[in-house]
């Protein structure tokens, strides 16, 4: 009876209607007709398994996996997978949708997609691990495939579980498929870039936002929640360009420090603290949730969804929210925000560059061919640059929000293929 787990967190939006309803401003503005809109608002598959896997102890465990395919009229369907606690089904239809509409801002040919498995992995082994991450693999083998559906790191995964899945999948094809899968170890055909790839996309939304809102990046001020890959990546990167990060956090707490956190610092302190932020003495220990609240020009939420809300939206004091994280603006905030005049850029533009760079791990994949680092930078900046500014022009010539904005730029490239393709 170990694994008993936590009551669900009451009063949270639940994350597809959330969409939904960003969705159904956009469809309304671009005149979208009832067909299209039925079509895509609809995810195309939705696959929920249960994985038994031996623990180490001897014992059983059934963990409950996911894969929802949300559309595939771009491509094949590309999404991370998440090993958390918190996943469940309508989190992950969020997801994949929030993946199809993403891969349409940056115009790359992937529909979406996103899996997960609810599931603590801070409690498990890696021998765990690895078996649930095969099991997961081969249970799902007939949906994954490099011109099928592509996983990717998410929240609790990286190069390491990427690895496995490659592994396990390659074993069922009797052939080594690498493209199977994208954010893998450099050795396997990962891509130079990918790692930092998401919070360097995240460092040129804001300072393109930051030049739009005429903010000046070497007097700003940023607070970042979550410290993982896409906030330890974005901090790190702002800062060398000028930003003053006073505020990062983990599950842990927040820590502050007006003067600046040393970022290199306290990247080398998580890592060799277990990842864990947890007594970093570079700055001064605040609740977390008030991280969200500082006196800063940027405020980068980075960990998880549902953070910025109805209740807590008017005390952000932040000029420009860049939303690192999937889905951490409520819909229910949006108004809120614009009428504080606080900017977001979305999530669907802001985190994009990691998918763009799994787009280049995948094309050197099918390649065979390895780009440097500096190709896949320079490519990956101008589409993430290309995109704020498509964005930012559409949200002028229709007096919306960069949020709306960017739905009506994916919902026209997707609806517009679906013309084209016809059949669905
Ligand atoms: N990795 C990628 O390429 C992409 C990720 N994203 C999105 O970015 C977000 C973060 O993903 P990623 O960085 O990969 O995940 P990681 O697992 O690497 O990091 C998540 C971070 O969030 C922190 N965190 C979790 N809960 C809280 C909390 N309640 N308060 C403060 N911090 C918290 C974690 O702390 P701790 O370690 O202590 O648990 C950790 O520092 C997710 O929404 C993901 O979907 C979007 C696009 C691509
Ligand atoms: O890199 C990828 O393919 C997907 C990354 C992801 O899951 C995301 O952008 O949310």
Redesign the pocket.
């Known amino acids: 009876m170990g694994y008993i787990e936590p009551a669900p967190i009451k009063d949270k939006e639940n994350p597809f209607e959330s969409m939904m309803s960003r969705f159904n401003v956009a469809a309304q503005a671009l005149g979208l007709e009832d067909e299209i809109y039925n079509v895509l608002k609809s995810p195309y598959k939705q696959v929920i398994v249960s994985l038994p896997v031996t623990m180490d102890d001897g014992s059983i465990r059934v963990f409950e996996g996911y894969r929802v395919i949300h559309s595939n009229i771009l491509g094949p369907s590309k999404g ?1 997978v ?1 090993f958390d606690m918190g996943v469940n089904l309508d989190e992950v239809k969020a ?1 994949a949708a929030w993946m199809t509409w993403k891969c349409a801002v940056v115009d790359i040919p992937y529909g979406g997609a996103k899996g997960g498995i609810k599931c603590n992995p ?1 409690e498990m082994s890696a021998g765990e691990i690895e078996r649930l991450t095969r099991t997961y693999t081969q249970t799902l083998i007939e949906i994954f495939g490099p011109d099928r559906d592509i996983p ?5 995964t ?1 190069p390491r579980e990427m690895a496995w899945m490659m592994d396990e999948y390659s074993k069922s094809q009797g052939m080594t498929v690498n493209a199977v899968v994208t ?1 893998k170890p450099l050795v396997l055909g990962g891509s130079l870039g990918r790692t930092e ?2 919070g360097r996309g995240v460092m040129i939304a804001a300072l393109s936002a930051m030049e739009k809102r005429k903010i000046n990046p070497f007097n700003a001020k940023c607070a970042i ?8 990546w974005a901090a790190k990167l702002l800062n060398e360009r000028g930003v003053k990060v006073v505020a990062i ?4 707490g ?1 820590y502050f420090n007006d003067n600046g956190i040393d970022i290199n610092e306290a990247i080398a302190y998580r890592d060799a603290n277990k ?3 947890e007594g970093y003495k570079g700055a001064e220990k605040i609740p ?1 949730d008030e991280l969200l609240f500082l006196d800063v020009d940027v405020l980068i939420p ?4 549902d ?1 910025i809300t109805k209740d807590n939206a008017g005390k952000i004091k932040a000029k420009l929210i860049v939303e ?5 603006t409520s819909a229910k905030a949006d108004a809120i925000l614009k009428e504080n005049d606080v900017w977001a850029v979305p ?1 669907i533009l802001a ?2 560059g ?2 763009t760079v799994s787009y280049f791990e995948w094309v050197q994949n099918r390649l065979g061919y390895k780009w440097t680092r500096e190709r896949v930078n320079r490519r990956s900046d101008r589409i993430m640059k290309t995109s704020f500014n498509h964005v930012y022009e559409v949200s002028q010539q229709y007096d919306v929000s960069l949020r709306i904005a960017a739905y009506i730029v994916a919902i026209d490239k997707v609806s517009n293929t679906y013309k084209y393709r016809g059949g669905f």
């Open positions: 991370g998440r997801l801070r990717a790191p998410d929240m609790g990286g954010g790839a998401t929640q979550g410290f993982g890959n896409v906030g330890s956090s983990d599950i842990s927040a990842n864990s932020l977390g980075a960990a998880m969804e953070v690192g994280a999937n889905g951490p999530d985190n994009a990691g998918v």
